[in-house]
């Protein structure tokens, strides 16, 4: 079974170096960019985004991307809106053959 991947650019640095994430990591990615500076929270990405925070810390942390969470008040306490603030292009998208998004 294969999945997703996408190779991006961080346009932060002076000589940029493309890399590639895959799976829900990967779909996080594309959810920051398309969310651009509203960002987007767990709860927004839930149908297939159980674990969205590990997916950001991925990206943080092993991709040097910047991305700031702010809290949002609600009822129950806070959730996290998740921005991302490095400049970032999409230079290629694989889906899974099949149909299948993971």
Not at 23 to 33: D, E, N, R, S, W
Not at 38 to 49: H, I, N, R, V, Y
Not at 59 to 69: A, P
Not at 78 to 84: D, I, Q, T
Request: aromatic share 6%; charged share 25%.
């Amino acid at each position: 079974m294969s999945r997703m991947s996408v190779t991006a650019i961080n346009k932060e640095y002076d000589a940029p170096t493309p890399f590639t994430v895959r799976g829900q990591t990967a779909k996080c990615l594309l959810a920051l960019v398309e969310a651009g500076e509203k960002g987007t929270t767990a709860l927004e990405t839930s149908s297939w985004a159980l674990r969205f925070s590990a997916y950001c810390f991925d990206l943080r942390h092993n991709h040097g991307l910047s991305i700031r969470t702010d809290r949002e008040p609600h009822d129950a306490g806070w959730h996290g809106r998740h921005v991302l603030e490095t400049p970032v292009e999409i230079i290629e998208i694989k889906r899974p053959e099949g149909g299948a998004n993971g």
